[in-house]
């Protein structure tokens, strides 16, 4: 029995003096591999995880949407008829939620809710997706709309970016509806195209939390955004995916030097995701995990999206026993790191990682070991907990 779907089913009888008729979980992310590629129309490759954010939900007969928050200890209450949109902190995911699904004409009913979650905050692990798809998915059930994670992942992303104000890709949203267990997904971000690849056997994942967390990250996101923009307008194409490092070194002399490195990352991110999902199905650990160290060095040197701790986790994994490759995950500017571990390892590997890190930085690591899961779910209460 999943202990916060129980809390939130708890907390809602409570408070609502009812049982709720659904529970709604959407799933936080890692990637393993292809950062900062999705806005570019490229490769990813990230796996759903245990870790989500549940809400609790019981449609209303009324215009209103109440929801409370358990971790934030707060309440807010919109009336669909006529929204007060402009709110702040977690509020503004319910209203950017409430905006995009009204501006695709989708007819909503009321709900009541309860929400929890345990996916790290500001980690890099996607709460915030998690957060936006868990709504979509708790409107399509309540309003009787039939579930499509294509198009809600869309439209979770259009909230994020033009209501949030995040010019964020698709890979946090579509990973978090469509997750799939024991899989981590091969997502072609330009055509939407989804392949499952199974995580090969005998290895593990582990995620690293530096606890340092992003600060003004959002402008910076959207500054690199733009970077890749302007070199994929000077390259002549419209999107950075179509160009290749070929074409980039014929014009690097007419591009700055901080656009040339951005514009690298992204062509040589590109074709690591490619030689990963390779190297996944033809089992060979050794070139995944090397993989996976190219992209942080692109990201920490190229992108210059890293940060001295992630750099450190980074360091310090690849001495530990069993470790075949680390890497950033996520946007940047802190949060945490995946390594690719031989799953024997893997209780060595915590000791001697949490032991390296602490050294280096005063800091104790949060270490999650994740399997791959299944994304935005509806559960029947209590019957299927
Ligand atoms: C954030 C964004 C994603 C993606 C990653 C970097 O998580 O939401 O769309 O761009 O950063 O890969």
């Not at 790290?120 to 998915?137: D, F, H, T, V």
């Not at 996520?330 to 001697?352: P, R, T, Y």
Request: hydrophobic share 40%; with cysteine; glycine share 8%.
């Amino acid at each position: 029995m999943n202990k916060i779907a129980l809390k939130v089913q708890q907390a809602f009888e409570t408070r609502f003096g009812d049982r709720p008729t659904h529970l709604i979980k959407a799933p936080g992310r890692v990637n393993l591999i292809g950062e900062h590629t999705d806005y570019n129309g490229g490769f990813v490759l990230p796996l759903a995880l245990e870790e989500a954010l549940w809400i609790a939900v019981r449609p209303r007969k009324d215009q209103a949407v109440i929801l409370h928050s358990l971790d934030y200890d707060d309440s807010t209450e919109v009336n669909l008829s006529k929204p007060q949109l402009h709110l702040k902190g977690w509020h503004e995911y319910l209203s950017g939620v409430i905006w995009v699904l009204q501006e695709e004409n989708w007819h909503l009913t009321g709900w009541e809710g309860v929400m929890s979650g345990n996916v790290p905050q500001g980690a890099g692990l996607s709460s915030s997706a998690a957060l936006e798809i868990a709504l979509i998915r708790a409107f399509s059930e309540v309003s009787g709309i039939s579930w499509e994670p294509i198009l809600s992942a869309k439209l979770a992303q259009r909230a994020e970016s033009e209501w949030v104000g995040v010019n964020c890709g698709i890979m946090d949203q579509l990973i978090s509806a469509c997750g799939v267990y024991g899989h981590t997904l091969f997502i072609d971000c330009r055509n939407l195209d989804i392949q499952q690849v199974p995580l090969p056997q005998g290895l593990r994942l582990m995620i690293l939390d530096t606890k340092t967390r992003r600060g003004l990250v959002d402008s910076h996101y959207n500054e690199r955004h733009s970077q890749c923009k302007e070199a994929s307008t000077i390259l002549g194409k419209s999107l950075l995916r179509d160009a290749t490092i070929f074409e980039l070194d014929d014009q690097s002399t007419g591009m700055e030097s901080l656009l040339y490195r951005r514009a690298k990352h992204v062509i040589t991110e590109n074709e690591r995701v490619l030689q990963a999902v390779d190297a996944m199905y033809a089992n060979d650990h050794h070139h995944l995990g090397q993989l996976m160290y190219d992209s942080h060095k692109s990201l920490r040197d190229d992108f210059e999206v890293s940060n001295s701790s992630l750099d450190a986790m980074v360091e310090c994994a690849l001495t530990a026993p069993g470790c075949l490759g680390a890497r950033m995950t996520g946007g940047g500017f802190g949060g945490c790191v995946v390594a690719l571990i031989k799953a024997q390892k893997e209780e060595d590997f915590v000791n001697c990682i949490s032991k390296c890190y602490s050294n280096k930085t005063n800091q104790d690591p949060q270490i999650i070991s994740c399997i791959p899961a299944d994304g935005a779910s509806r559960i029947d209460p209590l019957t299927d907990l």
